[in-house]
C-alpha cells in the first residue's frame, strides 16, 4: 500500500514531522521530486535535523530511503547529508538512489546563480541550488542521468556536446568563464565513486516491495502553490509537487496510491516571491515568525526569514482538492495560543466580487483577503492527546477550517516532534 504525504500551500507546512511520524509503520520512503533547494525539519529522539535531500523516513532502521528518478540529485549534498547523520549517531540508512535519477551538474548550480543576478529585481527568488537549470535540461533532454555515469567514453561525448551550448551562453548572455570540460568529466567520476554504493533500479525494487505487500511513503517537497502547472506560475517550482506526481517520479502505478495525507499549517508561510494574499507584515508578522515551527519560521536551508499570514481557506481548499487529499495533517497548532483572536481569511475579493475558489496568477494578483476573526484559546495545547481536551475555541477553530476546505483533519499536530500529535476519528 502507498501513502502520500504532500504540502497544501507553498511548503514548510511540517511535512517532514508528518513523514518521520508516519515512517515508524512504513517500509519504505521515496522521496519522488524536487531537490536539495527546500529542506524538512525533524525533531527525534537523535536531535534536531534539516534534511534536504534524505527522505524524512531515515531516522528509522527498519526503513530503506529511496530517491526516485523525478528527484534532483545533487549528489555531494546527499553523501555530505549522509555523513551527517550518522555523525550524529543516526545508524547507517539503507538508501537506495535510482539509476534513472538525474544528477544536479556544477554548471546548474552556477546559471541558477547569474540568471538571478541578470534578472536582478525581476527575480524570483529562487534559492540558486541549480533546481531551475536542472529540470530546463532534463526536458531540453540534456540532463545526465545517474546510470550515465558509468559509461566514460558516453560520457565524454555528451559532455563535449552539453558544454558547447552551455558555453555560448556563459560568454554571451552571462559574461562568465566557459566549463572546463576536463574538469567536469573528473568531478563527475567522483560523483560517481560516491553514488556507487546506492544505485538500484527502484522502480523494479519498489514494484517487488509493493507486491509483498510492503508499506510505501511518498514523500513530498514544498506544497500544491509551488506545482508548476496547478500553482501560482511562474512563481512555482519546477517539478510537480503533487502526489499524483508521486507515481511518476518513484515509478509505481498511480492507483497504488490509496492514502494522500496533505499537510496544511495552521497559519500561512511562504518563501520566495508571488502573491500571499493573506500576507501579514509589520509587528504582526514579526511576532507570528518568531514564534512560529519550531524556533521560527527561517527557511530550513538559506535561512531566509518566511513571510508569514493567516490560514488561507481558499488556498488551502484548492491545494487540498488538487493533491486528492483523503486525510489532512493539521500542524504547528500549538504556536497560535498567544493570540486573542485568531484571523482566517475565508474568502478573496477581485474586482469588487467574492469568491472561495483560486484564481489564476493574473486574477489572485488582485485579489484582498476577507477575514474572519475567531476567538483564541490563550493557553499551551502541546502535551494534549486527546482531540476532546483541546479546549473549545481550538476545536472551533479546526472545524470552522474543516468546514471551509472540504477535507477530514484526522490528525493535528500540537508540536515538533514524533509524539505531539493528536488522531481524530471521524
Ligand atoms: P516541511 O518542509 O513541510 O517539512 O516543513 P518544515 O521543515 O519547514 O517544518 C516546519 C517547522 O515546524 C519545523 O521547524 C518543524 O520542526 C516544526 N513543526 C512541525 N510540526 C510542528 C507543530 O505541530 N508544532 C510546532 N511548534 N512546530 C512544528
Redesign the pocket.
Known amino acids: 500500500m502507498v501513502k502520500a504525504v504532500v504540502?497544501a500551500n507553498w511548503?514548510?507546512?511540517?511535512?517532514?514531522?508528518i513523514t518521520d511520524m508516519l515512517s515508524e509503520n512504513a517500509d519504505i520512503i521515496v522521496r519522488f521530486q524536487g531537490g536539495a533547494n527546500?529542506?524538512?525539519?525533524?525533531?527525534n529522539n537523535y536531535g534536531k535535523f534539516a534534511l534536504h535531500t534524505l527522505p524524512s523516513g531515515v531516522f528509522y532502521s527498519h526503513t530503506t530511503s529511496v530517491i526516485g528518478s523525478g528527484v534532483a540529485l545533487n549528489i555531494p549534498v546527499l553523501v555530505n547529508e549522509i555523513k551527517s547523520i550518522t555523525d550524529r549517531g543516526v545508524p547507517e540508512p539503507r538508501i537506495l538512489v535510482s539509476n534513472r535519477a538525474q544528477i544536479v551538474m556544477p554548471y546548474h548550480i552556477l546559471f541558477d546563480e547569474y540568471e538571478e543576478e541578470r534578472l536582478g529585481k525581476k527575480s524570483f527568488g529562487s534559492t540558486k541550488s541549480g533546481i531551475a537549470p536542472f529540470y530546463s535540461d532534463k526536458y531540453a533532454k540534456i540532463g545526465f542521468q545517474v546510470s550515465e555515469l558509468f559509461d566514460e567514453d558516453r560520457l565524454r561525448d555528451k559532455i563535449e556536446s552539453v558544454c558547447e551550448k552551455k558555453n555560448v551562453m556563459l560568454e554571451h548572455l552571462y559574461h562568465k568563464d566557459p566549463i572546463d570540460q576536463d574538469e567536469l568529466f573528473k568531478t563527475l567520476c567522483e560523483y560517481r565513486d560516491m553514488i556507487e554504493p546506492y544505485v538500484a533500479d527502484v522502480s523494479l525494487f519498489l514494484s517487488k516491495a509493493l507486491k509483498e505487500g510492503k508499506t510505501v511513503l511518498l514523500e513530498g517537497?514544498l506544497g500544491t502553490l509551488k506545482d508548476p502547472d496547478h500553482g501560482i506560475y511562474p512563481m512555482v517550482t519546477s517539478s510537480s509537487t503533487l502526489a499524483g506526481y508521486g507515481a511518476i517520479g518513484a515509478g509505481i502505478p498511480p492507483y497504488e496510491i490509496k492514502q494522500i495525507v496533505t499537510?496544511c499549517k495552521a497559519y500561512s508561510s511562504a518563501v520566495g516571491a508571488g502573491a500571499f494574499v493573506s500576507e501579514i507584515f509589520g509587528d504582526e508578522a514579526d511576532e507570528l515568525r518568531r514564534r512560529g515551527?519550531?524556533?521560527g519560521e527561517y527557511g530550513?536551508t538559506t535561512g531566509r526569514p518566511r513571510r508569514m499570514g493567516w490560514f488561507d481557506c481558499v488556498a488551502s481548499k484548492y491545494g487540498c482538492r488538487l493533491q486528492g487529499t483523503t486525510d489532512v495533517a493539521f500542524?504547528?497548532?500549538?504556536?497560535l495560543g498567544y493570540l486573542d483572536t485568531i484571523p482566517v481569511c475565508t474568502e478573496y475579493e477581485i474586482d469588487g466580487e467574492r469568491t472561495t475558489e483560486f484564481p489564476v496568477t493574473a486574477l489572485l494578483e488582485k485579489a484582498k483577503p476577507v477575514l474572519t476573526e475567531l476567538p483564541g484559546w490563550k493557553c499551551d495545547i502541546r502535551g494534549i492527546k486527546e482531540y476532546d481536551q483541546l479546549p473549545e475555541n481550538c476545536r472551533r477553530y479546526i472545524e470552522f477550517i474543516e468546514e471551509r476546505i472540504g477535507y477530514p483533519i484526522t490528525m493535528i499536530?500540537?508540536?515538533?516532534s514524533r509524539e505531539?500529535i493528536i488522531y481524530r476519528k471521524r
Do not use: C, F, M
Open positions: 504540502g511548503g514548510d507546512e511540517g511535512k517532514g514531522k527546500a529542506g524538512h525539519t525533524i525533531v517537497q499537510v515551527g519550531d524556533g530550513a500542524t504547528v497548532l500549538d504556536v499536530s500540537n508540536g515538533p505531539d
